[in-house]
C-alpha cells in the first residue's frame, strides 16, 4: 500500500543580505500499514531527489538518491492515535540546499521479502508518484532589491510608530511576487504590529515579516519601487532598531 500525505519542506533556511537562502529539508509521510504485515507495508524507505532547474539560464547540477544507492532513509517513526499499526515517519535530508535551486522529491520503498526470488509478487514497492505526491521544495535566489528606510513618526491616533520603507528593483531582471521584507534583530522594546507573520523555516525563527504589494501586475521591474508602511508598538517610546532582510519568491518563511 503506498505512503500517504508525503510532504517535503523547507527547514532551518539562511537568508543573507542578498536575498540568496540557503535550507535543509525534511521529508514526512504516513503508512496506515506500517505494523499489520510485511506483506503489506514497506520494511524500507528511500527519499529519492533531483535538482532541476529554478531559474531561466541557470543549470544546477542535478542529484539522485535511491536510484543509484541502496542507502534507506532511516527515518524516526511515531505510531499514529488510535490505531495499533499505523506510523508517522520523518527524515530529515541527506545535505542542504543550495541557494535558486528547486528539488523535487518522491519517495520510494521495497518490502523485506522483495529481494528473496518469488516472493511477494503480488504487491507492487512504495512509489509516492504513482499516487501524484510529489515534494517540491524552492530556495530564493539572490536579488537586486534595495531597501531604503524613512524616519520614524508617532501617530498620535493609534499611539503607534509609523516608518516607510521602500524597496527599489535596482537590477536588470523582472522580479515577481510574492516579496517580504524581513525585521531581523528588531529591538525589545518594539513590535512590528501590521506584520504579516513570524517564521517558521528561516532562522532565528519568530523573525517578524511583512509582504509588500508590488504592484497590480505582481512585478516588480527594473527600476521601479513599491513601499510599505511599517506600524510598531512601542510602549517605553525608546528608539527601534533592527536589521533588514528581502526574500524574493514563495515557500515558507
Known amino acids: 500500500m503506498p505512503a500517504e500525505t508525503f510532504k517535503v519542506v523547507r527547514t532551518n533556511c539562511v537568508v543573507q543580505a542578498d536575498g ?6 525534511r521529508a514526512t509521510w504516513e503508512d496506515p500499514t506500517a505494523g499489520e504485515s510485511d506483506y503489506h507495508a514497506a520494511d524500507l524507505y528511500y527519499l529519492e531527489t533531483k535538482l532541476v532547474a529554478n531559474q531561466p539560464g541557470q543549470t544546477p547540477q542535478t542529484k539522485q538518491f535511491c536510484d543509484d544507492t541502496n542507502t534507506p532513509a532511516n527515518p524516526n ?14 527524515v530529515d535530508g ?3 540546499l543550495g541557494a535558486c535551486t528547486k528539488m523535487a522529491a518522491r519517495l520510494c ?3 523485506k521479502f522483495d529481494s528473496v526470488a518469488d516472493a511477494n509478487e503480488a504487491h507492487s514497492p512504495v512509489d509516492s508518484r504513482d499516487e501524484g505526491q510529489i515534494g ?4 530564493a535566489c539572490a536579488n537586486k532589491i534595495q531597501a531604503s528606510r524613512g524616519g520614524f513618526r508617532f501617530h498620535r491616533a493609534t499611539g503607534r510608530y509609523v516608518q516607510m520603507v521602500t524597496l ?3 537590477g536588470t531582471d523582472p ?32 523573525t517578524p515579516y511583512i509582504k509588500v504589494n508590488v504592484g497590480s501586475d505582481n512585478i516588480l521591474s527594473p ?22 532582510r528581502v526574500r524574493a519568491g514563495n515557500g515558507c518563511l
Open 20 to 25: 540568496a537562502e540557503t535550507c535543509d529539508y
Open 77 to 90: 517513526k511515531t505510531p499514529l492515535p488510535s490505531s495499533n499499526w499505523a506510523m508517522s515517519y520523518l
Open 94 to 96: 541527506p545535505g542542504a
Open 109 to 111: 520503498g521495497g518490502y
Open 136 to 139: 517540491t521544495v524552492v530556495t
Open 168 to 170: 527599489k528593483n535596482t
Open 175 to 206: 522580479i515577481t511576487e510574492p516579496v517580504t521584507l524581513l525585521l531581523y534583530n528588531l529591538s525589545n522594546n518594539a513590535t512590528l504590529f501590521n506584520q504579516s507573520g513570524k517564521t517558521t523555516c528561516i532562522i532565528p525563527t519568530g
Open 223 to 244: 527600476g521601479e519601487s513599491a513601499s510599505v508602511l511599517l506600524q510598531f508598538t512601542n510602549p517605553n517610546n525608546q528608539g527601534i532598531t533592527y536589521d533588514t
